[in-house]
């Protein structure tokens, strides 16, 4: 649905200014290529583009190789721009740079501004901004829309994943339950990005509410076996559990968008929001 609304928007920038072979280093900048760039232009992905359990738009990307981000797979490609991440090893960037190769490194995004920003900033370095435009702007409206619908205000919430690891408010998936309306009950166990805590912390913390990136009625493996405990389930059984997936809220724009919608959909399930949530 994405895709297909942002490529009958044309960019002011002219084409022959456009980069025409681009390389992505990194899962985020992936996203961004594969919701906003012409296919065309996309000459390879990250190491983790294909991998479905993190990659939003996953399926799509095995149109594309998956590069292990050395400075020599890329110099092969020969492209005229490269997305990369802050922790991206600085030699494989500076070998890139100093052969002349144009090299962006996209910034870990951690609220709501910094990601509009961002989306902004890499549509115009691929030469369409008009597509970040209206990405930036349809996920505003729906940071909007959640926040009149939901009915969460004040329940406290608690983003447990596999392993115990827990997601705090001070980053893009707090902003979203944030903005929802929820308290994160991570910084009551003084966790404010992302940090473990054990199943019996998480009990004697007491969330209304737990949010899970996997829908699994039993345990399949030790990641998934805490939040499947029994302790846990009496606790907080279906009906205090929300699901959003992990590929949802690893990375900013695209997935944002869908991260929204799900949300909204498992607070109706909850009663939690209206009721009138639109089905795509």
């Given at each position: 649905?994405?895709?297909?609304?942002?490529?009958?928007?044309?960019?002011s920038?002219?084409a022959?200014?456009?980069?025409?072979?681009?390389?992505?280093?990194h899962?985020?900048?992936?996203?961004?290529?594969?919701?906003?760039?012409?296919?065309?232009?996309?000459?390879?992905l990250?190491?983790?583009?294909?991998?479905?359990?993190?990659s939003?738009?996953?399926?799509?990307a095995?149109?594309?190789?998956s590069?292990?981000?050395?400075?020599?797979?890329?110099?092969?490609?020969?492209?005229?721009l490269?997305?990369?991440?802050?922790?991206?090893?600085?030699?494989?960037?500076?070998?890139?740079?100093?052969l002349?190769?144009?090299?962006?490194?996209l910034?870990?995004?951690?609220?709501?501004?910094?990601?509009?920003r961002?989306?902004?900033?890499?549509?115009?370095?691929?030469?369409?901004?008009?597509?970040?435009?209206?990405?930036?702007?349809?996920?505003?409206?729906?940071?909007?829309?959640?926040?009149?619908?939901?009915?969460?205000?004040?329940?406290?919430?608690?983003y447990?994943?596999?392993?115990?690891?827990?997601?705090?408010?001070?980053?893009?998936?707090?902003?979203?339950?944030?903005?929802?309306?929820?308290?994160?009950?991570?910084?009551?166990?003084?966790?404010?990005d992302?940090?473990?805590?054990?199943?019996?912390?998480?009990i004697?913390?007491r969330?209304?509410?737990?949010?899970?990136?996997?829908?699994?009625?039993?345990?399949?493996?030790q990641g998934?076996s805490?939040?499947?405990?029994?302790?846990l389930?009496?606790l907080?059984g279906e009906?205090?559990?929300?699901?959003l997936?992990?590929?949802?809220?690893?990375?900013?724009g695209?997935?944002?968008?869908?991260?929204?919608?799900v949300l909204?959909?498992?607070?109706?399930?909850?009663?939690?929001?209206?009721?009138?949530?639109?089905?795509?």
């Amino acid at each position: 649905m994405l895709q297909a609304a942002i490529s009958v928007v044309q960019a002011s920038q002219p084409a022959e200014q456009r980069p025409e072979r681009i390389v992505s280093l990194h899962l985020c900048a992936d996203q961004y290529l594969l919701s906003l760039a012409d296919p065309e232009q996309i000459v390879a992905l990250g190491p983790y583009a294909h991998n479905a359990d993190i990659s939003f738009q996953a399926e799509r990307a095995r149109h594309w190789p998956s590069l292990e981000a050395t400075a020599e797979e890329v110099l092969a490609l020969k492209p005229d721009l490269v997305l990369a991440a802050a922790f991206t090893n600085p030699s494989t960037l500076e070998a890139l740079r100093r052969l002349g190769h144009r090299v962006m490194r996209l910034q870990h995004v951690q609220t709501i501004k910094d990601q509009r920003r961002q989306i902004m900033e890499v549509a115009a370095a691929i030469g369409h901004p008009e597509r970040g435009s209206v990405l930036a702007e349809e996920i505003s409206r729906a940071f909007d829309t959640l926040g009149r619908e939901s009915r969460a205000a004040g329940n406290r919430v608690l983003y447990y994943h596999r392993r115990g690891y827990v997601s705090g408010p001070d980053n893009l998936a707090g902003e979203l339950l944030s903005q929802a309306g929820f308290v994160n009950a991570a910084s009551d166990i003084g966790i404010d990005d992302t940090g473990q805590a054990s199943l019996e912390t998480v009990i004697v913390a007491r969330p209304d509410y737990l949010v899970l990136t996997h829908r699994h009625s039993r345990a399949l493996d030790q990641g998934s076996s805490l939040v499947n405990h029994p302790a846990l389930r009496r606790l907080l059984g279906e009906d205090r559990r929300i699901y959003l997936p992990m590929p949802l809220v690893v990375c900013p724009g695209a997935p944002f968008l869908e991260a929204i919608r799900v949300l909204r959909s498992e607070l109706v399930r909850l009663n939690l929001a209206a009721s009138d949530v639109p089905r795509h």
